[in-house]
T-cell receptor, first 115, second 114 residues
Framework: AQSVSQHNHHVILSEAASLELGCNYSYGGTVNLFWYVQYPGQHLQLLLKYFSGDPLVKGIKGFEAEFIKSKFSFNLRKPSVQWSDTAEYFCAVTVTPLNNNDMRFGAGTRLTVKP | DTEVTQTPKHLVMGMTNKKSLKCEQHMGHRAMYWYKQKAKKPPELMFVYSYEKLSINESVPSRFSPECPNSSLLNLHLHALQPEDSALYLC?????????????FGDGTRLSIL
């Protein structure tokens, strides 16, 4: 079945540690990939997106992600996390040329950064 | 602050009540969405409106009735809801319906069914 998988349900890190959150998808065709963050009590915010071009994309707040087509992956990374990065992180996929922006989310990864 | 405004922020209603959730954006976006999010779960798509026309209905029960009066407004009419419908209801918008256009989310309406 078509799906978006996030491997880690809960990640706990200390400040300044490096972060990598996994995301794999099983959709065929041309995919558009997104990472969203949901801080406690706040709305979903777009961190970064990929739809074509350079497979290494940079987003806000120092985050980046790499699209590896052969591995159907779009992992999120940050070299040095801060306490303020504590949040829920969602990977999401849409598929073109369906052209209907039917976005499917992964289950989410809760990141806790200890000060 | 998000540019997608949802009202009310919280709603408590009985199973026989009729209420409506509202969503508004003034970014000129032509696609709007309703999602349902249960605690500790990802958002699940309910409806998509593209150019004010319903383009996706993800097999949502008829007790949820969407409406798009114009390109800036999206409503979700609620009637005879069940306790399992208690959740955070998110509205989102995007510039257009193309899959590469990111969606902008509102803060949500937290709905509790008594």
């Amino acid at each position: 079945a078509q799906s978006v998988s996030q491997h880690n349900h809960h990640v706990i890190l200390s400040e300044a540690a490096s972060l990598e959150l996994g995301c794999n998808y099983s959709y065929g065709g041309t995919v558009n990939l997104f990472w969203y963050v949901q801080y406690p009590g706040q709305h979903l915010q777009l961190l970064l997106k990929y739809f074509s071009g350079d497979p290494l994309v940079k987003g806000i707040k120092g985050f980046e992600a790499e699209f590896i087509k052969s591995k159907f992956s779009f992992n999120l990374r940050k070299p040095s996390v801060q306490w303020s990065d504590t949040a829920e992180y969602f990977c999401a996929v849409t598929v073109t040329p369906l052209n209907n922006n039917d976005m499917r989310f992964g289950a989410g990864t809760r990141l806790t950064v200890k000060p | 602050d998000t540019e997608v405004t949802q009202t009310p922020k919280h709603l408590v209603m009985g199973m026989t009540n009729k209420k409506s959730l509202k969503c508004e954006q003034h970014m000129g976006h032509r696609a709007m969405y309703w999602y349902k999010q249960k605690a500790k779960k990802p958002p699940e798509l309910m409806f998509v409106y593209s150019y004010e026309k319903l383009s996706i209905n993800e097999s949502v029960p008829s007790r949820f009735s969407p409406e798009c009066p114009n390109s800036s407004l999206l409503n979700l009419h609620l009637h005879a809801l069940q306790p399992e419908d208690s959740a955070l209801y998110l509205c989102a918008s995007s510039q257009g319906p193309a899959g590469w256009q990111p969606q902008h989310f509102g803060d949500g309406t937290r709905l509790s069914i008594l």
